[in-house]
């Protein structure tokens, strides 16, 4: 791709750079100049015969050529990524792992001498996520993490200072600057929790005033809507799990019916705050689990690791060991559960009618992922293509039996409730055929089937009358089930 500047009023534009092959982020500094990009670089070996790696261009000064200074191969090898600049030009700042296989830090990197400096931060649990920097001069200011909420750790007493006192004025949120003019002087924040959508406050430094710019659900500001809780258990390989338990308003302490709601990914994670759909579910009564099952991001490389490989086996046994945390710990009413995904969660769903039919009464997926030697003759994974695809879920070939075991499609016939499917017709992820496949299986073992395709959809809603028409179709069909 060759990035180009454009002239957001008149549409003029220019290119910048000239193209470079894989390259999928192109990072510019304060002052608007192409410094860093990061993509997949052509082989030099790798794995096996067609292997890509991660590569990371950079400029010694905002003048000279961007020319490579790390290359990895992300399957085999811990690396580093692109965090923020620094005030020094020869000098960013990278996220990397404090030890080999272990949670994310940042820290200093050089250019020149392609080295790691000074570790910025760390966490002793999480990984880090971002450093914010001055528009101004550049200097460091404050660096996000994820614990059982969004957390920030401050690098600047001055933000510090405003950032308690937008928390004074908007508690028991998080509050995020998300855009800041030049002069620093005039803020965005974007203010939300668990029961408060996002709302979005002008922030004035000169003033001190709050003042209300627009909220994303206006209609919702008059419900009470659901607390969600971080809960923890142990796997039963004592792997200790991470996720959030959200109850209805008011509800009571009696086991309630519960749908698992496993994040899609699946190497992405779920964290505390708004969540439309979680709302959803639980204004019906019901109670909505989302365990950040191994193979989640934030936890460590290690943590993310230990799900590679194990599609259908170690992952859904840590879904599985949470649904029965939850019924011993009379949170949830044990003939009374169901399971929803969507991608990555809509497979999970679906997998886990499949080896625990016992457990749930009812499952629906949204683009999921159905048979998985499919998914890897498809290879559509972005830049790691069959190596990136085999790592993580396995070999077509040599794992054929693995994978079969591992694919809802092909285990049908383990499958005793009603089942809901949505897929879109332009889907370039996980491709439709998959769910009609899905379809097909279970009316061949006369299993309730409703299969719902959506023309022009991708792997996700665009359209949100779409959107609507599911979530109406999926709500009815749990009321109908749980």
Do not use: C
């Not at 679906?350 to 949204?366: F, M, N, W």
């Not at 949505?422 to 299993?447: C, F, I, P, S, Y």
Request: no cysteine.
């Amino acid at each position: 791709p060759t990035p180009h500047r454009v002239d957001i009023i008149d549409g003029s534009y220019v290119e910048e750079e000239g193209s470079h092959w894989g390259i999928w982020a192109w990072h510019v500094d304060r002052l608007g100049r192409i410094r860093v990009a990061e993509g997949a670089a052509k082989p030099r070996g790798g794995i096996k015969e067609g292997a890509l790696e991660h590569l990371m261009l950079a400029k010694v000064n905002p003048e000279a050529d961007l020319e490579e200074i790390v290359r990895w191969n992300p399957l085999t090898e811990d690396g580093l990524f692109f965090a923020a600049f620094t005030p020094q030009p020869e000098t960013i700042y990278v996220f990397a792992p404090i030890e080999p296989g272990g949670r994310h830090g940042i820290y200093e990197y050089s250019i020149p001498k392609r080295k790691l400096g000074e570790l910025v931060f760390q966490h002793p649990e999480v990984d880090a996520r971002r450093i914010a920097t001055s528009r101004v001069d550049g200097r460091p200011l404050y660096i996000s993490y994820w614990t059982d909420r969004p957390r920030q750790h401050f690098l600047d007493a001055e933000w510090k200072r405003l950032q308690a006192m937008i928390d004074g004025t908007l508690p028991n949120r998080t509050n995020r600057i998300v855009s800041r003019s030049l002069d620093e002087k005039t803020l965005i924040v974007k203010s939300e929790s668990d029961v408060v959508p996002p709302e979005y406050y002008v922030f004035d430094r000169r003033e001190g005033s709050l003042a209300l710019l627009l909220s994303a659900y206006p209609k919702l500001e008059s419900l009470e809507l659901a607390p969600m809780k971080p809960v923890k258990y142990q796997a039963r390989d004592g792997l200790t799990i991470h996720g959030y338990l959200t109850r209805p308003a008011n509800a009571g302490n009696e086991p309630l019916p519960t749908i698992v709601f496993p994040h899609g990914g699946p190497s992405v994670r779920d964290v505390w705050g708004w969540d439309r759909i979680v709302q959803l579910l639980a204004s019906r009564g019901f109670a909505v689990f989302q365990p950040n099952f191994r193979g989640s991001v934030g936890y460590g490389e290690d943590f993310k690791l230990k799900g590679w490989g194990e599609w259908g086996l170690a992952m859904q046994e840590d879904i599985t060991d949470g649904v029965r945390w939850l019924v011993d710990q009379k949170l949830a009413d044990p003939n009374r559960i169901g399971i929803f995904g969507i991608s990555y969660g809509g497979y999970a769903a679906l997998q886990g009618l499949a080896s625990t039919p016992e457990l749930y009464k009812a499952g629906a997926s949204y683009a999921g992922v159905t048979d998985l030697r499919l998914t890897l003759s498809e290879a559509k994974i972005r830049f790691y293509h069959d190596d990136y695809s085999e790592w993580l879920i396995g070999d077509r070939q040599k794992d054929k039996a693995k994978l079969d075991a591992a694919s809802p499609a092909r285990n049908a016939d383990q499958i005793r409730v009603p089942v809901l499917l949505g897929h879109g017709t332009r889907d370039t992820v996980v491709d439709v055929r998959q769910a009609e496949a899905m379809a097909r299986a279970l009316r061949k073992q006369k299993v309730p089937v409703e299969l719902y395709i959506y023309e022009n959809e991708r792997h996700g809603f665009v359209d949100d009358r779409n959107a609507i028409d599911f979530y109406t179709k999926l709500v009815a069909f749990f009321e109908r089930n749980l």
